[in-house]
């Protein structure tokens, strides 16, 4: 392992994580496969109803990201941040790491 696939830095407030081969994903100390998500809304300062426009976005490693539109609920930041969780949620059993 080298240093820069370690994420151990001397701020203790940041989580550990590092790059499982055998996983082909980044793992916790529990070795817990890790997905990142983020929700986002492009003009958002507009309202949901004037032209704002949110999605989500899925990340385990660099070939295996996905996004999705939101077509279902009100675009705005709020929204979009709590949809990615709770898909990751529900599906994340159905989500594969590899």
Not at 13 to 19: E, L, V
Not at 77 to 97: A, D, K, L
């Amino acid at each position: 392992m080298s240093s820069s696939e370690d994420s151990r830095s001397d701020d203790d407030d940041q989580p550990y994580y590092i790059w499982d081969g055998d996983q082909h994903c980044y793992v916790n100390e529990d070795d817990i496969p890790i997905i990142w998500t983020d929700g986002s809304c492009k003009n958002n300062h507009l309202g949901p109803d004037d032209g704002a426009s949110s999605g989500i976005g899925v990340y385990i490693h660099g070939k295996k990201k996905w996004s999705k539109h939101n077509n279902k609920y009100p675009h705005t930041n709020q929204v979009s941040s709590h949809c990615n969780r709770y898909t990751v949620i529900r599906y994340g059993e159905n989500i594969r790491v590899t």
